[in-house]
Structures are given as structure tokens and as C-alpha cells.
């Protein structure tokens, strides 16, 4: 048998071991192609259409770094495999180079196989993920499909420059290793002990407790007991440490601490499931610790930066209303004339409200839920902007009351506002006493006028007849009239915002379009959304490869336990609903574990990003959930092979 023939038949053996490998190589390839064909597509350079060459540019990178780490370890798991194959070699007589020449010629063609399939799926698909991207960010664009020869090159230099570090890789490996430890490598300890130290007890505590004081603390970071930066930065820097390291104590004591209570109530005595699912993991998970604890860590953040961009995205046009609240707001009474002129001349029905505004200081210390001694805000001689409640549609008033409305979630977090008390208006150089009668969530005026997200004031109708003939000056915005503009068709905003912005109404924060806010919010938080996808379900496939492959190599170590117990009776399906539990531990635990890390992290900061909190986030969680499954089926699945073989 000559050498060509010999890889040959090492190709088709090994085959069955390699198709998942191939497989997420080619997806990484046509994902990295399609992708970078993305960058150079372009439409992307075209007038008036978003220019993400820049991030997607970045994306690319961290692209590479995934995928480079993801083939690494696959190509290490591998070859550990194959290491009786290489010491056999040895045995023959066959040269170390020669024996890295062969493994060298099999990677090539499997590897250059792979990225050429790779490429072509990812030149068929690059149109679909264009279509898709201009979806999501709301441009009017017609994807085409354009084979880029800079995508291509810069695919091949990228995906060679990793095979070269791998080839090398195993040169050393080959080098390095002796005829008997080549035939001892897969044969090596997992962590397997029999009892747990007092270290290992004290680690399993202290890593359920540093997850929890973490997440206690997040949920406590904006609820007002933290007033200074200081504070917030070590809070932050705890809560990540905190995680992270309770994170890799759970993997290495936790999980064998809780097993070994479970084995403990049941006195040692357990059935074939609690076998081969608890005992497995228990024994197993520490000497994967590493690996699990940065799989939870980059799962959890993939999952909270995709909730959190998908909130913004999800949350556009509730947002575009607390700061445009009609569908355009203009402060110029002149110009909204002017505005409402060319709309009637275009025949754009319209109706128009008009709110006086004016600002006024008020004593609101009795009426805050919190404590503000170090924060820069003077709660005893505040500003902010006050309107009649006769131009409100809900809120009535009585001679003396007042009614706050439009507060930010985010201001609410920090300062929380009680439901009544007494608060004092500052009125022709007298502080007058009202009756605070509580928080209504309406916005009414536009952001120009309550900048910082602080509340509007709305009194009774007398009190402000009052403040307009007495208000201070020198603290009133440029305008103290509020022009909204709605449009009876909302299918003609677009038209509209063309009229508006050819008035120049557009430049500044004077005035603002509702629709245009809205569809620029989709713009932004597309593209970052779109890209965290893309390095999310990236980082999906290759992790849940990663521990697909481990669910391989500790297969193969246990065929052996599989045979002696379908010899002493068990049968398949006793196995199987064993190995069913084991995989679920598996799979499960780094998935709960990376949810509930994503979960606190959104849930303390989300409204910093959006008005809507549940539905964004369960619809990512989901998603994630779904596609980490699969490859928990597939693990069981290549465990049913492996249990028919075991006799």
C-alpha cells in the first residue's frame, strides 16, 4: 500500500468522525464569505443608504477570532483521537515528518474541500443576507447578487493563515509526543475522584454564593441605594468578578457538590439513569471547568447584548413618542404655519394642537423617593416645563393640585417618585404649596423642552393664567408655544418628512419628526443588531460543536462501560433514557447557567435602551434555546450509535 493510498483509506475512515467538523467549517467559511461580501457589496457605498462598512469591517474580525479559536480545539480534539493511529505508525516504521505529511495531505483536503463548499454556499446565499440586512435596518435598497473577488482573496488568506497555525500545531504535537504516550493520551484521567476535599466543598458554596450576591447586586445597581460614580464602578467591576468566577466554581465544585448531596440522600444507591447522567457529569464537568465557564460567559454575553440591541430595535417607535409625541413638533410658530401651508398645498390632511409652555421652579424634596445628597441635583430649587391641564385629554385638577407627567424610566430607576405629598412652585418670588397628586406616564411636549428626563409639571388652569404673567425669563426655553402636527394618513409620512426637511425643520433638536425618529432608531440598532446576530449564531454553532465533540471523545472512552452493562442486562433503551439525562446536564446546565447570566444583566439596565423589557428578551432566549438543542439531540443520537455498538 503506497502513501496516496493509504490517506485514502484513513479519509474514509475517519470521515464519520470529521462530517460535523466539516460541516461548521463550511458554515463558518460561508458565513465569514458572506459576511465580508457584505463589507464590499456596493449598495453599501451608495448615496443615502447606511454606511456599515466600518462595523461590519470590526464584525469580520471577531469573526475570524471565533472561528480561528472554534477550529483550534476541534483539530486538538481530533488528533488526541487519533494518537494510537499515529503511535502505530511509529511502530511500522514510519518517519515522524512522514507521519505529519500524511495528517497534512488528509487536513488539506478536507479542510481546502470544505472552504471551497464553504464559499459557494456563501456566494449563494450573500444576496439573502443582504436582503435580510436591508430589511432590518429599513433601507430601500434592491439586493443583487455580486460574486466580490477582495471577499474572496481576503476568505482564502484568512482560512490559510489558520490552516498553516493548525498544520503546525500538529507538527509539534507529533514531535513532541513518545511511542507510549501517543498510546496513553486518550487513556488519560478526567478528574475522577472518589471523594471531595474540604477545598472542593468550600468551592461549590462559595461559587453558588458569589453567583447569587452578583445577581442580587445587579438587581439592586439602579434602584437608588448606589448615588455615586465611584460606587456604581466597583459594583459593576464586582458584579462581573463576581460572575465570572462564581461562574468557573460552579463547573469545578458546584455541580459536584450538589451530585454528591443527591448521592448522598440516596445512600449511594443509584439507578442506571442517575449512572450514567449524574455520576458522568458529576466526575466529568471539573476537568471541563475552563471550557464551560468561557462558553456560559460568551453565551450570556451573545444572549444579553442581542436582548439589549433588540429592545432599542423592538422599542423604536415608543421611544420616537416620548421624544416627538405628535407626528412632527416644531417650537416656531411661523415655521409650523409655513409647515402646514405646503402640507395643504400637497393635500396632506393635518390636524394641529398648540400647548403653551412655560418653565418654573419647583421645591420637589418631600415628593422624591430618594436619596440625592451626593448627586448633582437640587431637589429644593428645580426646573422644568409646565403646561395647563386643559390641554391634556385625562387629567382634571382642582384649585391648588398638581400632576407630574412624562418621567423616563431610566430617571424613575435612579429617583422614584412617591404617589402624593406637598411640593412648592416658585411664583412671582414666593414659593406657593401644591398638592402633588401623582405620576401619569403620557408624554406631551417634545424633547426640547424636557431634555435630561426629568418630568413635565401640569397644573389647574388658574395657576397657570397666573404663571403667565409672572414667569422668570430668564430661565423659559426659546419658544413658549408647542406646535404637534398629526396627519390623518399615516401612510404619507414620508411625504411629509420631504416637505419638512426641504423647509430645513430637520437640522437640530428644535424640532422633530416622529416617523423619521423612529426609522432612524431601526437604522442604528439594525446594523448593531444584525451584526451581533451574525457573531451570535456564530458563536452558537461552533460552542455547541465544541461540546458535541467532547460528547464524542467521552463517548468513545465509555464504549467499553456500555458493553459491560448490556452484558449484564440492560438494555438499549435503559441506556439510552441514561445518556438522554447525561445530555441534558450536559447541554442544560451551561444554557441555564448563560440565561440567567443574561437575564440579571439585561434586567438591571435594560430600560437604558428601550421601553419594552419581555417580549425582545424571550423571544432571544428562545431562539438561542432552540438552536442549542439540536446539537443536545444530536449528541444523543451519536450516543444510540454508540450503545448499538457496544455489543
Known amino acids: 500500500m503506497n502513501i496516496n493510498q493509504l490517506i485514502l483509506r484513513n479519509l474514509k475512515k475517519n470521515l464519520k468522525n470529521y462530517y460535523l467538523y466539516v460541516f461548521a467549517l463550511i458554515f463558518s467559511v460561508a458565513l465569514y464569505f458572506s459576511f465580508v461580501t457584505l463589507q464590499y457589496d456596493p449598495s453599501m457605498s451608495q448615496e443615502g443608504s447606511i454606511k456599515g462598512e466600518a462595523a461590519v469591517r470590526v464584525a469580520s474580525i471577531l469573526l475570524i477570532a471565533i472561528v480561528a479559536i472554534f477550529l483550534f480545539y476541534a483539530n486538538a480534539l481530533f488528533i488526541k483521537r487519533r494518537s494510537k493511529e499515529i503511535g502505530l505508525f511509529q511502530l511500522i516504521g514510519m518517519t515522524k515528518n512522514r507521519i505529519a505529511r500524511i495528517l497534512g495531505i488528509e487536513n488539506l483536503i478536507i479542510y481546502f474541500g470544505s472552504l471551497a463548499i464553504g464559499i459557494f454556499i456563501g456566494f449563494a446565499i450573500s444576496k439573502l443576507i443582504l436582503m435580510s440586512f436591508f430589511r432590518v435596518v429599513g433601507v430601500d435598497e434592491i439586493a443583487e447578487l455580486n460574486f466580490s473577488t477582495q471577499a474572496f482573496f481576503q476568505t482564502l488568506i484568512v482560512f490559510a493563515g489558520i490552516y498553516l497555525v493548525i498544520m503546525a500545531t500538529n507538527y ?276 426640547y423642552y424636557v431634555a435630561g428626563g426629568l418630568p413635565i409639571g401640569v397644573v389647574d388652569e388658574a395657576l397657570f393664567e397666573e404663571l403667565s404673567q409672572n414667569y422668570n425669563p430668564e430661565i423659559q426655553t426659546k419658544s413658549n408655544l408647542y406646535t404637534g402636527v398629526n396627519l390623518e394618513d399615516s401612510g404619507k409620512q414620508e411625504e411629509a418628512y420631504d416637505i419638512f426637511a426641504d423647509m430645513g425643520l430637520d437640522e437640530g433638536r428644535e424640532n422633530g419628526s416622529q416617523w423619521y425618529s423612529a426609522m432612524s432608531q431601526k437604522q442604528n440598532m439594525g446594523l448593531v443588531m444584525f451584526i451581533v446576530g451574525f457573531l451570535g449564531l456564530t458563536f452558537l454553532i461552533t460552542s455547541g460543536c465544541v461540546l458535541y465533540f467532547k460528547q464524542m471523545d467521552e463517548g468513545e472512552d465509555e464504549k467499553g462501560s456500555y458493553t459491560i452493562l448490556r452484558k449484564l442486562g440492560f438494555t438499549r433503551g435503559d441506556l439510552l433514557r441514561g445518556i438522554q439525562g447525561k445530555q441534558l446536564f450536559n447541554f442544560g446546565i451551561p444554557l441555564l447557567i448563560g440565561l440567567l447570566h443574561s437575564y440579571f444583566a439585561v434586567k438591571s439596565g435594560w430600560f437604558f435602551f428601550g421601553t419594552e423589557l419581555w417580549a425582545p428578551m424571550l423571544i432571544v432566549m428562545g431562539l438561542y434555546t432552540a438552536f442549542y438543542s439540536i446539537f443536545g439531540l444530536l449528541s444523543v443520537l451519536y450516543y444510540r450509535k454508540i450503545i448499538k455498538e457496544a455489543l
Not at 450538589?258 to 458522568?280: A, C, F, M, Q, T
Not at 396632506?348 to 403653551?356: G, L, S
Open 172 to 447: 509539534l504535537f507529533i514531535h513532541r509526543q513518545s511511542i507510549l504516550s501517543l498510546f496513553r493520551v486518550t487513556s488519560s484521567a478526567q478528574g475522577k475522584v472518589k471523594k471531595l476535599s474540604v477545598w472542593e466543598h468550600l468551592m461549590g458554596i462559595l461559587g453558588i454564593g458569589l453567583i447569587a450576591s452578583g445577581y442580587y447586586l445587579s438587581s439592586q445597581l439602579f434602584e437608588g441605594s448606589i448615588t455615586t460614580i465611584n460606587g456604581f464602578y466597583l459594583a459593576m467591576l464586582y458584579i462581573l468578578g463576581s460572575v465570572i468566577i462564581g461562574t468557573y466554581f460552579l463547573y469545578k465544585g458546584s455541580v459536584r457538590f450538589v451530585s454528591n448531596l443527591i448521592r448522598k440522600n440516596k445512600n449511594g444507591y443509584l439507578n442506571i439513569n442517575e449512572v450514567l447522567s449524574l455520576s458522568s457529569v458529576m466526575f466529568r464537568m471539573k476537568s471541563n471547568a475552563f471550557l464551560l465557564t468561557v462558553i456560559t460567559t460568551v453565551s450570556a454575553l451573545a444572549i444579553g447584548l442581542l436582548s439589549l440591541t433588540y429592545i432599542s430595535y423592538y422599542s423604536a417607535e415608543k421611544l420616537a413618542e416620548t421624544t416627538v409625541p405628535d407626528d412632527f413638533s416644531i417650537i416656531d410658530p411661523e415655521k409650523a404655519a409655513g409647515f402646514m401651508e405646503r402640507l395643504e398645498e400637497e393635500g396632506i390632511a393635518y390636524t394641529e394642537k398648540r400647548i403653551p409652555v412655560y418653565e418654573a421652579e419647583f421645591n420637589v424634596k418631600d415628593i422624591l423617593d430618594a436619596n440625592l445628597e451626593e448627586l448633582n441635583f437640587n431637589t429644593e430649587q428645580t426646573t422644568f416645563p409646565v403646561i395647563s391641564e386643559v390641554h391634556t385629554d385625562e387629567i382634571e385638577l382642582d384649585e391648588g393640585e398638581m400632576k407630574l407627567t412624562g418621567y423616563t424610566d431610566l430617571m424613575q430607576s435612579f429617583i422614584s417618585l412617591h404617589d402624593g405629598g406637598k411640593a412648592q412652585i416658585l411664583l412671582d418670588g414666593n414659593w406657593r404649596e401644591l398638592d402633588y397628586q401623582g405620576l401619569e406616564e403620557d408624554y406631551l411636549l417634545s424633547s
